[in-house]
Protein backbone atom coordinates (compact mmCIF):
# COMPACT_ATOMS: atom_id res chain seq x y z
CA UNK A 1 0.00 0.00 0.00
CA UNK A 2 1.61 3.47 -1.24
CA UNK A 3 1.62 5.84 1.80
CA UNK A 4 0.18 9.47 1.21
CA UNK A 5 -0.23 12.36 3.57
CA UNK A 6 -4.00 12.36 2.01
CA UNK A 7 -4.25 8.61 3.48
CA UNK A 8 -3.37 9.55 6.67
CA UNK A 9 -5.11 12.64 7.36
CA UNK A 10 -8.34 13.74 9.05
CA UNK A 11 -10.94 16.29 7.04
CA UNK A 12 -12.81 18.83 9.23
CA UNK A 13 -15.87 19.99 6.62
CA UNK A 14 -16.68 24.04 7.12
CA UNK A 15 -19.96 25.42 5.76
CA UNK A 16 -18.78 29.13 5.94
CA UNK A 17 -22.17 30.62 5.86
CA UNK A 18 -23.27 28.52 9.34
CA UNK A 19 -19.18 28.31 11.22
CA UNK A 20 -18.63 31.87 12.56
CA UNK A 21 -20.10 35.19 11.35
CA UNK A 22 -17.31 38.22 12.43
CA UNK A 23 -19.15 41.37 11.46
CA UNK A 24 -22.81 40.78 13.41
CA UNK A 25 -24.31 40.36 9.86
CA UNK A 26 -25.63 37.12 10.56
CA UNK A 27 -23.67 35.43 8.24
CA UNK A 28 -20.42 33.27 8.69
CA UNK A 29 -17.38 34.35 7.19
CA UNK A 30 -13.76 34.23 6.30
CA UNK A 31 -12.57 36.02 9.30
CA UNK A 32 -14.85 33.94 11.31
CA UNK A 33 -13.07 30.86 10.45
CA UNK A 34 -10.06 32.49 11.06
CA UNK A 35 -11.01 33.18 14.74
CA UNK A 36 -11.41 29.61 15.24
CA UNK A 37 -8.30 28.16 13.97
CA UNK A 38 -6.63 27.15 17.63
CA UNK A 39 -9.72 25.12 18.38
CA UNK A 40 -9.79 23.41 15.16
CA UNK A 41 -6.19 23.07 15.57
CA UNK A 42 -6.86 21.84 19.48
CA UNK A 43 -9.15 19.37 17.41
CA UNK A 44 -6.19 17.93 15.59
CA UNK A 45 -7.33 17.83 12.01
CA UNK A 46 -5.28 18.55 9.71
CA UNK A 47 -6.76 19.37 6.79
CA UNK A 48 -10.18 21.92 5.99
CA UNK A 49 -12.34 21.76 2.89
CA UNK A 50 -14.64 24.72 3.06
CA UNK A 51 -17.73 24.61 0.96
CA UNK A 52 -17.80 27.06 -1.62
CA UNK A 53 -16.67 30.59 -0.83
CA UNK A 54 -16.56 32.18 -4.37
CA UNK A 55 -18.63 35.06 -5.51
CA UNK A 56 -22.35 33.68 -5.52
CA UNK A 57 -26.24 35.04 -5.65
CA UNK A 58 -26.95 32.48 -3.13
CA UNK A 59 -29.73 30.63 -4.64
CA UNK A 60 -27.80 27.48 -3.62
CA UNK A 61 -25.51 28.79 -0.75
CA UNK A 62 -22.70 29.48 -2.72
CA UNK A 63 -22.99 26.31 -5.67
CA UNK A 64 -23.95 28.52 -7.81
CA UNK A 65 -20.77 30.66 -8.68
CA UNK A 66 -20.81 33.72 -10.54
CA UNK A 67 -16.91 34.01 -10.13
CA UNK A 68 -14.36 31.65 -9.65
CA UNK A 69 -11.75 34.27 -8.66
CA UNK A 70 -13.50 36.12 -6.42
CA UNK A 71 -14.52 35.55 -2.56
CA UNK A 72 -18.39 35.72 -2.38
CA UNK A 73 -19.63 39.95 -1.06
CA UNK A 74 -21.34 38.28 2.33
CA UNK A 75 -17.67 35.97 3.19
CA UNK A 76 -15.14 38.87 3.10
CA UNK A 77 -12.89 39.78 0.58
CA UNK A 78 -9.39 37.41 -1.17
CA UNK A 79 -7.12 39.31 1.32
CA UNK A 80 -9.36 37.46 4.22
CA UNK A 81 -8.77 34.54 2.36
CA UNK A 82 -5.29 35.11 1.87
CA UNK A 83 -5.15 35.70 5.81
CA UNK A 84 -7.41 32.32 6.50
CA UNK A 85 -4.40 30.42 3.94
CA UNK A 86 -1.58 31.46 5.89
CA UNK A 87 -3.12 30.98 9.72
CA UNK A 88 -4.16 27.69 8.71
CA UNK A 89 -0.16 26.58 6.94
CA UNK A 90 1.16 28.00 10.22
CA UNK A 91 -0.98 25.41 11.95
CA UNK A 92 0.07 22.38 9.90
CA UNK A 93 -3.65 22.52 8.37
CA UNK A 94 -4.38 22.09 4.90
CA UNK A 95 -6.96 24.00 3.07
CA UNK A 96 -9.12 22.38 0.09
CA UNK A 97 -11.39 24.09 -1.85
CA UNK A 98 -14.73 23.04 -2.94
CA UNK A 99 -14.59 22.71 -6.54
CA UNK A 100 -18.10 23.09 -8.40
CA UNK A 101 -17.31 23.28 -12.40
CA UNK A 102 -20.66 20.98 -13.13
CA UNK A 103 -22.77 23.73 -13.42
CA UNK A 104 -22.09 27.35 -12.30
CA UNK A 105 -24.61 30.71 -11.45
CA UNK A 106 -26.76 32.29 -14.32
CA UNK A 107 -24.94 35.38 -13.15
CA UNK A 108 -21.54 34.23 -14.43
CA UNK A 109 -20.49 36.13 -17.26
CA UNK A 110 -19.97 32.92 -19.30
CA UNK A 111 -23.86 32.36 -19.13
CA UNK A 112 -24.45 36.06 -19.47
CA UNK A 113 -22.73 36.18 -22.79
CA UNK A 114 -24.13 32.02 -23.52
CA UNK A 115 -27.82 33.19 -23.13
CA UNK A 116 -27.93 36.80 -25.11
CA UNK A 117 -27.67 35.18 -28.95
CA UNK A 118 -27.38 31.98 -30.49
CA UNK A 119 -24.65 32.77 -32.47
CA UNK A 120 -22.46 33.83 -29.19
CA UNK A 121 -18.90 32.50 -28.97
CA UNK A 122 -20.04 30.88 -25.35
CA UNK A 123 -23.00 29.85 -26.44
CA UNK A 124 -21.65 25.99 -26.27
CA UNK A 125 -20.25 26.70 -22.94
CA UNK A 126 -23.81 25.67 -21.59
CA UNK A 127 -26.50 23.01 -23.15
CA UNK A 128 -28.92 24.74 -24.85
CA UNK A 129 -31.57 22.34 -27.07
CA UNK A 130 -34.72 23.18 -29.52
CA UNK A 131 -38.00 22.56 -27.62
CA UNK A 132 -39.48 19.27 -28.65
CA UNK A 133 -43.03 18.55 -29.58
CA UNK A 134 -43.52 22.22 -27.92
CA UNK A 135 -42.09 21.11 -24.78
CA UNK A 136 -38.79 20.35 -22.47
CA UNK A 137 -36.27 18.47 -24.79
CA UNK A 138 -36.56 15.37 -22.61
CA UNK A 139 -38.34 13.80 -19.44
CA UNK A 140 -35.49 14.59 -16.79
CA UNK A 141 -35.95 16.06 -13.72
CA UNK A 142 -33.98 18.94 -11.41
CA UNK A 143 -32.55 17.80 -7.95
CA UNK A 144 -34.48 20.90 -6.81
CA UNK A 145 -37.83 19.94 -8.33
CA UNK A 146 -39.35 20.63 -11.69
CA UNK A 147 -37.96 20.18 -14.80
CA UNK A 148 -34.44 20.30 -15.61
CA UNK A 149 -35.28 22.09 -18.60
CA UNK A 150 -35.55 26.22 -18.09
CA UNK A 151 -36.78 28.15 -21.77
CA UNK A 152 -35.22 31.32 -22.50
CA UNK A 153 -37.15 33.86 -24.29
CA UNK A 154 -34.09 35.91 -25.32
CA UNK A 155 -33.19 32.85 -28.01
CA UNK A 156 -36.16 30.81 -27.78
CA UNK A 157 -34.38 27.37 -26.86
CA UNK A 158 -34.27 25.65 -23.27
CA UNK A 159 -31.07 25.31 -21.00
CA UNK A 160 -29.95 22.54 -18.46
CA UNK A 161 -29.87 23.11 -15.51
CA UNK A 162 -29.54 19.29 -13.31
CA UNK A 163 -30.33 21.54 -10.04
CA UNK A 164 -31.52 24.79 -9.95
CA UNK A 165 -32.46 27.41 -12.81
CA UNK A 166 -30.46 29.78 -11.67
CA UNK A 167 -27.56 26.69 -12.05
CA UNK A 168 -27.04 25.58 -15.78
CA UNK A 169 -25.12 23.10 -16.30
CA UNK A 170 -21.85 23.56 -18.37
CA UNK A 171 -21.30 21.50 -21.57
CA UNK A 172 -17.79 19.14 -20.46
CA UNK A 173 -17.73 18.28 -24.26
CA UNK A 174 -16.67 21.33 -25.11
CA UNK A 175 -13.06 21.63 -25.47
CA UNK A 176 -12.98 25.24 -24.19
CA UNK A 177 -14.91 24.63 -21.05
CA UNK A 178 -12.04 22.77 -20.03
CA UNK A 179 -9.33 25.11 -20.62
CA UNK A 180 -11.23 27.46 -18.91
CA UNK A 181 -11.83 25.00 -15.86
CA UNK A 182 -8.48 23.86 -15.86
CA UNK A 183 -6.74 27.41 -16.22
CA UNK A 184 -9.07 28.96 -13.11
CA UNK A 185 -7.47 25.17 -10.85
CA UNK A 186 -4.06 25.96 -11.85
CA UNK A 187 -4.76 30.11 -10.95
CA UNK A 188 -5.97 28.28 -6.94
CA UNK A 189 -3.06 25.90 -6.63
CA UNK A 190 -0.73 28.55 -7.72
CA UNK A 191 -2.04 30.51 -4.71
CA UNK A 192 -0.71 27.59 -2.78
CA UNK A 193 -4.65 25.59 -2.03
CA UNK A 194 -3.78 22.47 -1.00
CA UNK A 195 -6.86 20.40 -2.93
CA UNK A 196 -10.44 20.46 -4.35
CA UNK A 197 -13.20 18.39 -3.23
CA UNK A 198 -14.94 18.26 -6.35
CA UNK A 199 -19.03 18.78 -6.76
CA UNK A 200 -21.29 16.39 -8.81
CA UNK A 201 -18.20 15.77 -10.74
CA UNK A 202 -19.81 12.43 -11.97
CA UNK A 203 -22.35 14.38 -13.90
CA UNK A 204 -20.26 16.77 -16.14
CA UNK A 205 -20.47 14.22 -19.13
CA UNK A 206 -24.28 13.42 -20.41
CA UNK A 207 -25.28 10.57 -22.09
CA UNK A 208 -25.02 10.65 -25.81
CA UNK A 209 -28.28 12.27 -27.06
CA UNK A 210 -29.70 12.92 -24.05
CA UNK A 211 -32.40 10.77 -23.85
CA UNK A 212 -35.60 10.24 -21.51
CA UNK A 213 -35.01 8.68 -18.29
CA UNK A 214 -37.64 6.34 -16.59
CA UNK A 215 -39.86 8.32 -14.29
CA UNK A 216 -40.38 6.18 -11.10
CA UNK A 217 -43.93 5.15 -10.19
CA UNK A 218 -44.93 8.36 -7.34
CA UNK A 219 -42.11 10.66 -9.60
CA UNK A 220 -42.80 13.81 -12.30
CA UNK A 221 -39.76 13.43 -13.53
CA UNK A 222 -36.53 10.62 -14.23
CA UNK A 223 -34.21 11.09 -11.73
CA UNK A 224 -30.70 12.39 -12.18
CA UNK A 225 -28.77 8.83 -11.77
CA UNK A 226 -29.10 9.09 -16.47
CA UNK A 227 -26.57 11.90 -15.70
CA UNK A 228 -24.01 9.48 -13.54
CA UNK A 229 -20.65 7.84 -14.81
CA UNK A 230 -21.47 9.24 -18.30
CA UNK A 231 -19.53 8.33 -21.22
CA UNK A 232 -16.46 10.66 -21.15
CA UNK A 233 -16.49 11.62 -17.33
CA UNK A 234 -12.98 9.60 -16.50
CA UNK A 235 -11.72 11.03 -19.86
CA UNK A 236 -12.07 14.34 -18.76
CA UNK A 237 -10.61 13.93 -15.13
CA UNK A 238 -7.51 11.84 -16.51
CA UNK A 239 -7.40 15.04 -18.71
CA UNK A 240 -7.83 17.66 -15.90
CA UNK A 241 -5.46 15.36 -14.15
CA UNK A 242 -2.53 15.28 -16.34
CA UNK A 243 -3.01 19.30 -17.16
CA UNK A 244 -3.79 20.63 -13.56
CA UNK A 245 -3.51 17.63 -10.29
CA UNK A 246 -0.64 15.84 -11.13
CA UNK A 247 1.44 19.02 -11.27
CA UNK A 248 0.63 20.00 -7.55
CA UNK A 249 1.20 17.89 -4.54
CA UNK A 250 -2.68 18.13 -3.53
CA UNK A 251 -5.61 15.73 -2.23
CA UNK A 252 -8.11 15.50 -4.54
CA UNK A 253 -11.89 14.02 -3.25
CA UNK A 254 -14.93 13.68 -6.10
CA UNK A 255 -18.62 13.95 -4.83
CA UNK A 256 -19.70 11.17 -7.26
CA UNK A 257 -23.19 11.02 -6.92
CA UNK A 258 -24.29 7.70 -8.57
CA UNK A 259 -21.08 6.18 -8.13
CA UNK A 260 -20.87 2.00 -7.63
CA UNK A 261 -17.54 -0.15 -6.61
CA UNK A 262 -16.75 -0.49 -9.75
CA UNK A 263 -16.55 3.18 -11.00
CA UNK A 264 -14.82 4.05 -7.84
CA UNK A 265 -12.32 1.85 -8.83
CA UNK A 266 -11.77 4.14 -11.83
CA UNK A 267 -12.35 7.58 -10.45
CA UNK A 268 -10.31 6.55 -7.04
CA UNK A 269 -7.45 4.86 -9.24
CA UNK A 270 -3.99 3.75 -7.16
CA UNK A 271 -2.05 4.57 -10.39
CA UNK A 272 -3.32 8.10 -9.54
CA UNK A 273 -4.73 8.94 -13.19
CA UNK A 274 -8.22 10.28 -12.12
CA UNK A 275 -8.82 11.50 -8.14
CA UNK A 276 -7.35 10.68 -4.41
CA UNK A 277 -10.56 9.38 -3.49
CA UNK A 278 -14.54 9.44 -3.52
CA UNK A 279 -17.45 9.75 -1.52
CA UNK A 280 -19.89 7.34 -2.16
CA UNK A 281 -23.63 7.90 -1.28
CA UNK A 282 -24.95 4.07 -1.25
CA UNK A 283 -24.71 4.10 2.56
CA UNK A 284 -26.93 7.62 3.11
CA UNK A 285 -29.07 6.20 0.88
CA UNK A 286 -30.55 3.37 3.16
CA UNK A 287 -33.05 5.50 4.77
CA UNK A 288 -34.04 6.43 1.31
CA UNK A 289 -38.02 6.25 0.09
CA UNK A 290 -39.23 4.25 -2.66
CA UNK A 291 -39.50 7.58 -4.96
CA UNK A 292 -37.37 10.17 -3.34
CA UNK A 293 -35.32 10.76 -0.15
CA UNK A 294 -38.38 12.44 1.60
CA UNK A 295 -38.97 9.16 4.40
CA UNK A 296 -38.38 8.26 8.11
CA UNK A 297 -37.27 4.86 7.50
CA UNK A 298 -34.23 3.61 9.88
CA UNK A 299 -31.38 2.20 8.49
CA UNK A 300 -31.00 -1.30 9.13
CA UNK A 301 -27.73 -2.12 10.45
CA UNK A 302 -26.74 -5.40 8.85
CA UNK A 303 -27.57 -3.83 5.48
CA UNK A 304 -25.75 -0.70 6.83
CA UNK A 305 -22.68 -3.66 7.86
CA UNK A 306 -22.84 -5.07 4.25
CA UNK A 307 -22.16 -1.99 2.46
CA UNK A 308 -19.75 -0.30 3.89
CA UNK A 309 -17.83 -4.07 4.07
CA UNK A 310 -18.33 -3.92 0.44
CA UNK A 311 -16.94 -0.50 -0.13
CA UNK A 312 -13.64 -1.55 2.29
CA UNK A 313 -13.39 -5.05 0.66
CA UNK A 314 -13.46 -4.02 -2.72
CA UNK A 315 -11.24 -0.69 -2.95
CA UNK A 316 -8.75 -2.38 -0.64
CA UNK A 317 -5.50 -1.98 -2.60
CA UNK A 318 -7.06 -0.60 -6.12
CA UNK A 319 -8.56 2.44 -4.70
CA UNK A 320 -9.13 4.80 -1.76
CA UNK A 321 -12.27 4.83 0.38
CA UNK A 322 -13.39 8.35 2.27
CA UNK A 323 -15.10 8.00 5.37
CA UNK A 324 -18.22 10.04 6.17
CA UNK A 325 -21.94 10.19 7.48
CA UNK A 326 -21.70 13.88 8.01
CA UNK A 327 -22.14 16.88 5.48
CA UNK A 328 -24.18 20.13 4.41
CA UNK A 329 -26.61 17.78 2.52
CA UNK A 330 -27.14 14.84 5.38
CA UNK A 331 -29.19 14.90 8.59
CA UNK A 332 -27.17 14.94 11.71
CA UNK A 333 -25.74 11.39 12.03
CA UNK A 334 -26.43 11.48 15.84
CA UNK A 335 -29.98 11.66 15.07
CA UNK A 336 -29.93 9.59 12.50
CA UNK A 337 -28.36 6.17 13.58
CA UNK A 338 -28.36 7.02 17.65
CA UNK A 339 -30.87 8.51 20.21
CA UNK A 340 -29.03 11.74 20.31
CA UNK A 341 -26.74 11.12 23.87
CA UNK A 342 -23.14 11.88 23.65
CA UNK A 343 -22.46 7.97 23.81
CA UNK A 344 -24.14 7.30 20.85
CA UNK A 345 -22.44 9.63 19.09
CA UNK A 346 -18.72 8.72 20.55
CA UNK A 347 -20.40 4.84 19.45
CA UNK A 348 -20.97 5.99 15.92
CA UNK A 349 -17.68 7.96 15.90
CA UNK A 350 -15.66 4.77 16.92
CA UNK A 351 -17.64 2.98 14.01
CA UNK A 352 -16.45 5.27 11.43
CA UNK A 353 -13.18 6.61 12.28
CA UNK A 354 -11.38 2.97 13.05
CA UNK A 355 -12.40 2.00 9.05
CA UNK A 356 -9.82 2.34 6.42
CA UNK A 357 -10.06 5.56 4.35
CA UNK A 358 -10.03 9.29 5.25
CA UNK A 359 -12.50 10.29 7.94
CA UNK A 360 -14.58 13.22 7.59
CA UNK A 361 -15.77 15.06 10.44
CA UNK A 362 -18.54 17.76 9.59
CA UNK A 363 -18.53 20.98 11.56
CA UNK A 364 -20.82 20.01 14.69
CA UNK A 365 -20.53 16.71 14.33
CA UNK A 366 -17.39 16.95 17.26
CA UNK A 367 -19.80 18.03 19.55
CA UNK A 368 -22.78 15.60 18.72
CA UNK A 369 -24.89 18.64 17.47
CA UNK A 370 -28.57 17.27 16.60
CA UNK A 371 -31.18 18.01 13.76
CA UNK A 372 -32.95 20.93 14.80
CA UNK A 373 -36.89 21.29 14.96
CA UNK A 374 -37.75 23.84 12.79
CA UNK A 375 -41.45 23.29 12.83
CA UNK A 376 -43.39 25.06 9.98
CA UNK A 377 -41.31 24.97 5.85
CA UNK A 378 -41.21 28.82 6.52
CA UNK A 379 -38.17 27.90 9.29
CA UNK A 380 -36.69 26.39 5.67
CA UNK A 381 -34.03 27.97 3.99
CA UNK A 382 -33.15 25.09 1.85
CA UNK A 383 -33.86 25.10 -2.14
CA UNK A 384 -33.83 21.68 -1.65
CA UNK A 385 -36.65 21.52 1.01
CA UNK A 386 -38.76 24.60 -0.04
CA UNK A 387 -39.01 23.20 -3.31
CA UNK A 388 -40.04 19.64 -2.99
CA UNK A 389 -42.31 20.63 0.15
CA UNK A 390 -44.17 23.05 -2.70
CA UNK A 391 -44.00 20.63 -5.77
CA UNK A 392 -44.72 17.13 -4.03
CA UNK A 393 -47.98 18.86 -1.93
CA UNK A 394 -49.09 20.88 -4.68
CA UNK A 395 -49.11 17.44 -7.54
CA UNK A 396 -51.04 16.30 -4.44
CA UNK A 397 -47.84 13.15 -4.19
CA UNK A 398 -47.87 13.29 -0.60
CA UNK A 399 -49.95 14.49 2.09
CA UNK A 400 -48.52 18.01 3.65
CA UNK A 401 -47.82 17.08 7.40
CA UNK A 402 -46.26 13.45 6.62
CA UNK A 403 -43.90 14.88 4.10
CA UNK A 404 -42.73 18.05 6.35
CA UNK A 405 -42.02 15.41 9.21
CA UNK A 406 -39.66 13.92 6.86
CA UNK A 407 -38.18 16.76 5.50
CA UNK A 408 -37.78 17.43 9.22
CA UNK A 409 -35.89 14.33 9.64
CA UNK A 410 -33.26 14.67 6.15
CA UNK A 411 -33.86 18.27 5.33
CA UNK A 412 -29.99 19.29 4.39
CA UNK A 413 -31.35 22.38 6.74
CA UNK A 414 -30.51 19.97 9.73
CA UNK A 415 -26.63 20.10 9.17
CA UNK A 416 -26.89 23.82 8.67
CA UNK A 417 -28.08 25.60 11.53
CA UNK A 418 -25.34 27.71 13.68
CA UNK A 419 -22.41 26.13 14.66
CA UNK A 420 -23.01 26.11 18.39
CA UNK A 421 -19.72 27.91 20.45
CA UNK A 422 -21.59 28.68 23.55
CA UNK A 423 -24.12 29.48 25.33
CA UNK A 424 -24.40 32.93 24.90
CA UNK A 425 -27.52 34.31 22.80
CA UNK A 426 -27.26 32.92 19.14
CA UNK A 427 -24.77 29.94 20.87
CA UNK A 428 -22.11 32.43 20.30
CA UNK A 429 -22.38 32.24 16.16
CA UNK A 430 -23.12 35.61 15.58
CA UNK A 431 -24.21 39.05 17.52
CA UNK A 432 -26.92 39.49 14.62
CA UNK A 433 -29.86 37.54 13.63
CA UNK A 434 -28.50 34.75 12.37
CA UNK A 435 -29.50 33.84 8.31
CA UNK A 436 -30.91 30.26 9.60
CA UNK A 437 -32.89 29.55 13.29
CA UNK A 438 -30.02 28.25 15.98
CA UNK A 439 -30.54 24.63 17.19
CA UNK A 440 -32.60 25.55 20.65
CA UNK A 441 -30.76 22.91 22.42
CA UNK A 442 -27.73 24.86 22.19
CA UNK A 443 -27.30 26.01 25.82
CA UNK A 444 -26.64 21.96 26.72
CA UNK A 445 -24.15 21.33 23.31
CA UNK A 446 -21.90 23.87 22.85
CA UNK A 447 -17.88 24.04 22.35
CA UNK A 448 -17.30 26.20 25.53
CA UNK A 449 -19.55 23.48 27.52
CA UNK A 450 -17.36 20.62 25.84
CA UNK A 451 -14.04 22.00 25.67
CA UNK A 452 -14.28 21.84 29.73
CA UNK A 453 -15.87 18.58 30.23
CA UNK A 454 -13.14 16.06 29.73
CA UNK A 455 -15.84 12.84 28.93
CA UNK A 456 -17.39 15.29 26.13
CA UNK A 457 -17.93 14.04 22.74
CA UNK A 458 -15.18 16.98 21.50
CA UNK A 459 -12.60 15.28 23.81
CA UNK A 460 -13.83 11.65 22.41
CA UNK A 461 -13.03 13.07 18.69
CA UNK A 462 -10.42 14.35 19.78
CA UNK A 463 -8.79 10.98 21.03
CA UNK A 464 -10.41 8.96 17.97
CA UNK A 465 -8.16 11.89 15.64
CA UNK A 466 -5.19 11.22 17.80
CA UNK A 467 -5.08 7.72 17.49
CA UNK A 468 -5.32 7.84 13.73
CA UNK A 469 -2.60 10.64 13.50
CA UNK A 470 -0.27 10.58 16.25
CA UNK A 471 -0.13 6.98 18.36
CA UNK A 472 1.44 3.57 17.89
CA UNK A 473 -1.76 2.14 16.16
CA UNK A 474 -2.09 4.66 12.84
CA UNK A 475 -0.08 2.48 10.47
CA UNK A 476 -2.83 -0.12 11.71
CA UNK A 477 -5.72 2.30 11.99
CA UNK A 478 -4.92 3.57 8.31
CA UNK A 479 -3.28 1.10 6.78
CA UNK A 480 -4.64 -2.27 8.48
CA UNK A 481 -7.17 -5.05 6.53
CA UNK A 482 -10.55 -4.86 7.80
CA UNK A 483 -12.56 -7.80 8.36
CA UNK A 484 -15.96 -7.93 8.99
CA UNK A 485 -17.25 -10.30 12.30
CA UNK A 486 -21.02 -10.46 13.34
CA UNK A 487 -22.40 -9.79 9.79
CA UNK A 488 -26.07 -10.70 10.72
CA UNK A 489 -26.07 -8.96 14.25
CA UNK A 490 -28.89 -6.65 14.52
CA UNK A 491 -27.22 -4.12 17.02
CA UNK A 492 -23.55 -4.64 17.32
CA UNK A 493 -21.22 -3.93 14.33
CA UNK A 494 -18.01 -5.25 15.31
CA UNK A 495 -14.53 -5.62 13.04
CA UNK A 496 -10.91 -6.48 12.93
CA UNK A 497 -8.38 -4.23 11.51
CA UNK A 498 -4.68 -5.94 10.77
CA UNK A 499 -1.43 -5.29 9.80
CA UNK A 500 2.22 -6.86 10.13
CA UNK A 501 1.00 -9.05 12.90
CA UNK A 502 -0.76 -6.53 15.00
CA UNK A 503 -4.76 -6.26 15.23
CA UNK A 504 -7.41 -4.16 16.70
CA UNK A 505 -11.07 -5.42 17.36
CA UNK A 506 -13.44 -2.62 17.19
CA UNK A 507 -16.94 -2.94 19.06
CA UNK A 508 -19.81 -1.22 18.53
CA UNK A 509 -23.13 -1.71 19.98
CA UNK A 510 -25.63 0.52 17.99
CA UNK A 511 -28.89 0.10 19.62
CA UNK A 512 -30.35 1.80 22.68
CA UNK A 513 -30.53 -1.79 24.35
CA UNK A 514 -28.02 -3.57 26.19
CA UNK A 515 -26.62 -6.45 24.22
CA UNK A 516 -24.39 -9.60 23.71
CA UNK A 517 -22.23 -10.61 21.04
CA UNK A 518 -20.36 -14.05 20.62
CA UNK A 519 -16.68 -13.84 19.67
CA UNK A 520 -14.54 -16.05 17.38
CA UNK A 521 -12.42 -17.65 20.61
CA UNK A 522 -8.91 -16.13 18.98
CA UNK A 523 -10.51 -13.30 20.07
CA UNK A 524 -11.81 -13.78 23.23
CA UNK A 525 -8.97 -13.64 25.23
CA UNK A 526 -7.84 -10.41 27.66
CA UNK A 527 -6.67 -7.43 25.24
CA UNK A 528 -3.24 -6.09 25.06
CA UNK A 529 -4.48 -2.70 25.39
CA UNK A 530 -7.61 -0.47 25.13
CA UNK A 531 -7.39 2.31 22.80
CA UNK A 532 -10.79 3.89 23.47
CA UNK A 533 -13.92 3.16 24.92
CA UNK A 534 -17.09 5.44 25.61
CA UNK A 535 -17.50 4.04 29.30
CA UNK A 536 -15.56 3.68 32.14
CA UNK A 537 -14.17 0.41 31.46
CA UNK A 538 -14.14 -1.24 28.26
CA UNK A 539 -16.39 -5.05 28.43
CA UNK A 540 -14.78 -7.44 29.33
CA UNK A 541 -14.00 -9.83 26.25
CA UNK A 542 -14.54 -13.34 26.20
CA UNK A 543 -16.55 -15.98 24.16
CA UNK A 544 -19.42 -13.41 24.68
CA UNK A 545 -19.58 -9.97 25.31
CA UNK A 546 -21.88 -7.89 26.98
CA UNK A 547 -22.21 -4.53 25.74
CA UNK A 548 -24.33 -1.97 27.54
CA UNK A 549 -26.50 0.43 24.96
CA UNK A 550 -24.59 2.51 22.25
CA UNK A 551 -21.54 1.14 23.90
CA UNK A 552 -18.22 0.91 22.23
CA UNK A 553 -14.56 0.04 22.67
CA UNK A 554 -11.08 -0.42 20.67
CA UNK A 555 -8.82 -3.43 21.75
CA UNK A 556 -5.60 -4.16 20.65
CA UNK A 557 -5.68 -8.50 20.51
O1 LIG B 1 -24.70 17.81 -3.93
C1 LIG B 1 -25.04 16.97 -5.02
C2 LIG B 1 -25.98 15.98 -4.59
O2 LIG B 1 -25.85 14.83 -4.87
C3 LIG B 1 -27.05 16.52 -3.74
O3 LIG B 1 -28.11 16.90 -4.61
C4 LIG B 1 -27.50 15.46 -2.82
O4 LIG B 1 -27.77 14.29 -3.56
C5 LIG B 1 -28.74 15.91 -2.16
O5 LIG B 1 -28.50 17.20 -1.71
C6 LIG B 1 -29.06 14.95 -1.03
O6 LIG B 1 -30.35 15.25 -0.62
C7 LIG B 1 -23.77 18.81 -4.29
C8 LIG B 1 -23.61 19.72 -3.08
O7 LIG B 1 -23.07 18.98 -2.00
C9 LIG B 1 -24.96 20.29 -2.75
O8 LIG B 1 -24.91 21.07 -1.56
C10 LIG B 1 -25.41 21.15 -3.92
O9 LIG B 1 -26.71 21.62 -3.65
C11 LIG B 1 -25.42 20.33 -5.22
O10 LIG B 1 -24.26 19.54 -5.41
C12 LIG B 1 -25.47 21.28 -6.42
O11 LIG B 1 -24.23 21.96 -6.49
CA1 LIG C 1 -20.60 37.82 8.63
Known amino acids: MKRAWWKESVVYQIYPRSFCDSNGDGIGDLKGITSRMDYLQKLGINVIWMSPVYKSPNDDNGYDIADYQAIMDEFGTMEDFD ?53 EPNNWGSCFSGSAWEWDETTQMYYLHCFSKKQPDLNWDNPEVRDRVFEMMTWWCEKG ?54 RYDIMTVGETAGVTVEEAKKYANAEGTELNMVFQFEHVGLDGGAVDKWSRNKIYLPALKENLTKWQRELAGV ?33 LHMMQGTPYVYQGEELGMTNCPFGPIENYRDIESINAYRELTEAGLREPQELLSCIAYKSRDNARTPMQWDGSPNAGFTSGTPWIMVNPNYREINAEKELADPDSVFYYYQKLIGLRRRSEWSDLIVYGDYELLLPEHEAVYAYTRSLDGRRLLVLCNLSAQETQAKLPAELAGGPKAVLIANTEKAPRLGETVTLEKWQCAVYEI
Open 83 to 135: ELLLEAHQRGIRIVMDLVVNHTSDEHAWFVESRSSRENAKRDYYIWREAKDGR
Open 193 to 246: IDGFRMDVISMISKPEGLPDGTVAEGALYAGSGMTCNGPHVHEYLQEMNRRVLS
Open 319 to 351: AWNSIFFSNHDQPRVVSRLGDESPRSAKCIATM
